[in-house]
Nanobody
Framework: QVQLLESGGGLVQAGGSLRLSCAAS????????MGWFRQAPGKGREFVAA????????KFADSVKGRFTISRDNAKNTVHLQMNSLKPEDTAVYYC????????????????WGQGTQVTVSS
């Protein structure tokens, strides 16, 4: 089992930045792809970004390209989502996920999920 714990959410004005972190614990020895998803009220969970274990491949949703970056520190079992130029439509609960496949937009390909952290962007 792998446990994931997100942090770094909060309230920010439009145009501002936040950095989310996800700390993994438990059986972290496998080469997991790490992903970030988000879910706004009344909407389904949507893909935001993902990164391979090596960090060599990343994938982003079109809605965040050029504004968000994803990185990981395998020595510390952490992954980060740097969010710049935030918009009110970025408001959602952000979830960290781990899976053994290549970076994917599909929630079903991720085996482990965190509890989420709230991001609220005010206009």
């Amino acid at each position: 089992q792998v446990q994931l714990l997100e942090s770094g959410g909060g309230l920010v004005q439009a145009g501002g930045s936040l950095r989310l972190s996800c700390a993994a614990s438990g059986r972290t020895g496998s080469t997991y792809t790490m992903g970030w998803f988000r879910q706004a009220p009344g909407k389904g969970r949507e893909f935001v970004a993902a990164i391979t274990w090596s960090g060599g491949t990343t994938k982003f949703a079109d809605s965040v390209k050029g504004r968000f970056t994803i990185s990981r520190d395998n020595a510390k079992n952490t992954v980060h989502l740097q969010m710049n130029s935030l918009k009110p439509e970025d408001t959602a609960v952000y979830y960290c996920a781990a899976g053994l496949s290549r970076p994917s937009i599909l929630t079903g390909l991720y085996n482990y999920w965190g509890q989420g952290t709230q991001v609220t962007v005010s206009s």
